[in-house]
C-alpha cells in the first residue's frame, strides 16, 4: 500500500533533444500545423522538377525561385510590414539578373545577396551577429523543423482530406496526359506546342528531377518554418561591452590612427600640387607608377577603420556630456578623413583601368569600396545621436541595393564597351580577355570596325524556350549572325595589356 503521508513525485519530462541543442536561441513554439504550406512547398519542388532540369537559367528559374518566396512570405501575417515587403522587394529584384543577364557571377552574388536580405527579414536581425547567424536560420531549419513538420502530416485538422486531394491531382494529370497525347497525335501544331510545355522525361532526367523535387521543396519548406518561428538571433549579438575607466585609453590610440590618416591626405595634397617634378625628385617613381599603386592597401584600410569605430563605441565612456562630445569629434575627424582615403583609392582605381584595362574584378572591387564609403557615411549619421542599432541593418540593404545597381549596368557589356573605347584611343586591349566574356558583351563586340572583328571569339547562343528565355542570349543571338562568316574576318591588330586582376 501507498502511505498517504509520502509525497508523489512526477517523473521529470524529458526535454526534446533539439530544444537541448538549440537552446533558448531557437526554443519550439506551440506552432499550429499548416498541411496546406507543406502541400505548396512539395508544388514549388515539383515545379522547379519540371522546369529547371535541361534547361539554361532563364525566365523559369526566376519564376520558380520568386514562387518559393511568395509561399514563404504568406506563412506569417508578421511578414507584411513595410520593412518586410520592401526586403521582399528588393529580394525580387535582386534574382531579376536570372533572366536579364547571361553572366553567372554577377547572378551568384547577386542571389547570395537576396538569401541574405531574406533570411535577416524573416528572423528580424538587428545586430551584426544577428545578420550572419541568419543565414544559417534556414538550413539549419531542415531540422529544428521536423517535429511540426511531423505533426503537420499526422495531426493536422483537416487532414482526411488529403487522400480526395491527391486521387483529385492524380486522375486530373491522367486524363490530361491521355487527352493531350491524343491530341498531339492527331495535329502538328498542337503537338509542337505540346513540345513547348511539357518537360522532356527521358530516364537520363528523370534522375536529376527527382533530387530537385525534394531539395527545391524542402527548401521551401524550411523557409516556411523559419517564417513561422524565427531563431532569436539577436540574442547571440555581443554583449555591451565595459568603457575603459580613463579616457586616454581610448582617446591616445584612435587619435594616432587619425593623425596617420591626416599624414596620408597631406601627402596627397602635396602631390597633387607638386606635380610629376616633385613626385620623381622625392620618389623616383613616374605619376602613372604613383597612383597605381595601393589601391588594395587602401581598401583594407578603410575596413579596418570601421573596426577601430566599432571597437572604441564599445569601449569609450559616454556617461559625461564631455565625454559624448569628445566621442563625436574624434570619430567624426577619423571618418571625414577615411572618406578622402576611399576618394583615393576609387581614383587610383580608375586611372589603373584606364592605362590597364577595365576587368570584371576591377569593376567589383570599385563597387565594393565606393561602399564601403557609404557605410563610413552611415556610421557619422549614427555618431550624431550615439546610436547605430540601426547601421547594421542598413548595411546590409544598401550593400544589396549596390549589387543591384552594378547587375544594373550590365557590367560584362559595360567592361566591353569601356575596353573598346580606350583601345581606340590608345590602340591596347587584350582580345583575348574579351572573348571570354559572357553573351551580355555580344552587342558590343559585334559592333566593332570589320579589321577588328577577327580579334574576338563571339559565339552565337543556342535557342531558347520561353522557359529558359534570357534578355542576355536573346540580345547575342540578334547581334551574332547565324552565318558566323562575317565575324571571322582577320584580324588587323592585337594588342595585349596588363593582367586580368
Given at each position: ?248 585609453e581610448w582617446l591616445v590610440p584612435v587619435s594616432l ?109 570599385s563597387f565594393f569600396e565606393g561602399w564601403l564609403g ?128
Amino acid at each position: 500500500m501507498t502511505n498517504p503521508a509520502v509525497p508523489t513525485i512526477a517523473p521529470a519530462t524529458p526535454r526534446p533533444t533539439l530544444d537541448a541543442v538549440f537552446g533558448s536561441v531557437w526554443p519550439e513554439r506551440a506552432l499550429p500545423t499548416r498541411p496546406r504550406l507543406v502541400v505548396a512547398s512539395a508544388v514549388v519542388g515539383l515545379l522547379a522538377a519540371v522546369v529547371t532540369p535541361g534547361r539554361d537559367r532563364g525566365m523559369g528559374t526566376f519564376v520558380v525561385l520568386a514562387t518559393l518566396c511568395g509561399v514563404v512570405a504568406v506563412a506569417d501575417p508578421r511578414l507584411r510590414t513595410p520593412y518586410h515587403l520592401a526586403a521582399g522587394g528588393l529580394s525580387l529584384l535582386l534574382m531579376a539578373p536570372l533572366f536579364l543577364l547571361d553572366a553567372d557571377w554577377i547572378v551568384v552574388l547577386c542571389l547570395l545577396a537576396a538569401f541574405a536580405v531574406g533570411s535577416s527579414a524573416l528572423t528580424d536581425a538587428r545586430s551584426l551577429t544577428g545578420l550572419a547567424a541568419s543565414a544559417a536560420a534556414v538550413p539549419l531549419a531542415a531540422l529544428r523543423g521536423l517535429p511540426w513538420l511531423g505533426s503537420s502530416f499526422t495531426t493536422a485538422p483537416g487532414s482526411r482530406t488529403w487522400a480526395p486531394v491527391v486521387r483529385t491531382v492524380v486522375l486530373s494529370l491522367l486524363a490530361v496526359a491521355v487527352f493531350g497525347a491524343l491530341f498531339a497525335s492527331a495535329d502538328a501544331v498542337f503537338a509542337r506546342w505540346a513540345d513547348a510545355l511539357v518537360p522532356d522525361l527521358t530516364l537520363g532526367s528523370l534522375g536529376v528531377r527527382a533530387f530537385v523535387w525534394p531539395g527545391i521543396g524542402g527548401l521551401t519548406l524550411a523557409g516556411v518554418y523559419v517564417a513561422l518561428n524565427p531563431p532569436r538571433v539577436d540574442r547571440l549579438a555581443l554583449p555591451q561591452g565595459t568603457p575603459v575607466a580613463r579616457r586616454f585609453e581610448w582617446l591616445v590610440p584612435v587619435s594616432l590612427v587619425a593623425a596617420v590618416f591626416a599624414v596620408f591626405v597631406t601627402a596627397q595634397l602635396t602631390v597633387m600640387f607638386g606635380g610629376h617634378d616633385y613626385l620623381r625628385r622625392t620618389t623616383g617613381l613616374t605619376y602613372a607608377d604613383y597612383v597605381h599603386q595601393g589601391f588594395g592597401q587602401l581598401t583594407v584600410a578603410t575596413v579596418l577603420t570601421l573596426g577601430v569605430v566599432a571597437l572604441t563605441v564599445r569601449k569609450a565612456p559616454r556617461t559625461q556630456a564631455r565625454d559624448r562630445l569628445l566621442l563625436r569629434a574624434v570619430l567624426g575627424a577619423l571618418c571625414l578623413l577615411t572618406l578622402v582615403v576611399v576618394a583615393s583609392a576609387l581614383y587610383r582605381m580608375h586611372l589603373y583601368e584606364e592605362a590597364y584595362g577595365f576587368t570584371r574584378l576591377r569593376l567589383l572591387v570599385s563597387f565594393f569600396e565606393g561602399w564601403l564609403g557609404l557605410v563610413v557615411v552611415l556610421v557619422m549619421a549614427a555618431g550624431l545621436r550615439l546610436a547605430g542599432s540601426w547601421v547594421p541593418r542598413a548595411t546590409l540593404l544598401t550593400g544589396a541595393t549596390a549589387l543591384l545597381a552594378l547587375s544594373a549596368l550590365n557590367p560584362d557589356a559595360y567592361v566591353a564597351e569601356r575596353n573598346v573605347a580606350r583601345y581606340a584611343a590608345t590602340e591596347q586591349v587584350d582580345w583575348y580577355y574579351l572573348s571570354g566574356l559572357s553573351a551580355d558583351a555580344a552587342p558590343v563586340l559585334t559592333a566593332l570596325p570589320s579589321d577588328l572583328r577577327g580579334c574576338v571569339a563571339v559565339a552565337r547562343p543556342a535557342d531558347d524556350d520561353w522557359l529558359g528565355w534570357n534578355l542576355g542570349r536573346f540580345r547575342a543571338r540578334v547581334a551574332v549572325p547565324a552565318d558566323p562568316g562575317r565575324m571571322s574576318e582577320p584580324c588587323a591588330a592585337v594588342s595585349t595589356t596588363g593582367g586580368h586582376g
